[in-house]
């Protein structure tokens, strides 16, 4: 074996540990897609490494308004940088509570969705039949937190239809009651 196998057996052999430690431990924030950029941008290299040829790789992009990047790279490293920018990364989702309620949903039945979905027990007293059965004028809902959630139902709801509540959080569980 001569010096350039022994280096394509190297890069492999850190390749495979990385990936197995890569695979292995969760990263801080759980951003696994960051990981797998990583390791096919090395991959990528590594390749260009042991196979013969010349690739020159450019790469430009408008980073905001009168900036711009440009990254010129040969060979190996070349390939590294074009998996790199090139390499999609997934929507960065925004923390908080979204839901979507089916069509027909009442008030009593969308605050005991809400409560479900984060595994809480509803304590619902206090409002008329009415105000229970009175169907939501809207069926998405965005809130930082689940309380938030059941807070904000009072403007999916028609106005003057139920009255003003107040919603608690105790240990675990919600209540809403009306003012």
């Known amino acids: 074996m001569g010096t350039k196998d022994w280096l394509a057996f190297a890069v492999l052999i850190l390749v495979a540990v990385f990936f197995m430690v890569a695979y292995f431990t969760k990263p801080p924030g759980g951003n696994t897609a960051g990981i ?25 992009g408008r980073l905001s308004d009168g900036a711009t990047l440009a990254v010129q790279a040969g060979g190996a490293v070349g390939l590294f940088v074009l998996v790199w920018f090139t390499f ?31 595994q809480s027990s509803l304590d619902f007293r206090g409002f008329t039949p009415e105000e229970e059965t009175t ?10 937190t689940p309380d938030g959630a059941l807070k904000q139902l009072s403007h999916m709801l028609p106005k003057g239809k139920v009255r003003a509540y107040v919603v608690a959080a105790e240990g675990g569980a919600y209540s809403i009651r009306p003012l």
Do not use: D, W, Y
């Open 36 to 60: 797998i950029r990583i390791f096919c941008a090395l991959l990528a290299g590594a390749a260009g490494m042991i196979l013969a040829g010349t690739i020159v790789v450019n790469v430009q």
């Open 88 to 118: 999609p990364m997934p929507p960065v989702l925004q923390q908080g509570f979204n839901v979507s309620f089916p069509p027909g949903t009442n008030f009593k039945q969308a605050a005991s969705l809400i409560a479900e979905a984060v």
């Open 135 to 144: 169907r939501l004028e809207q069926l998405h809902l965005k809130a930082l």
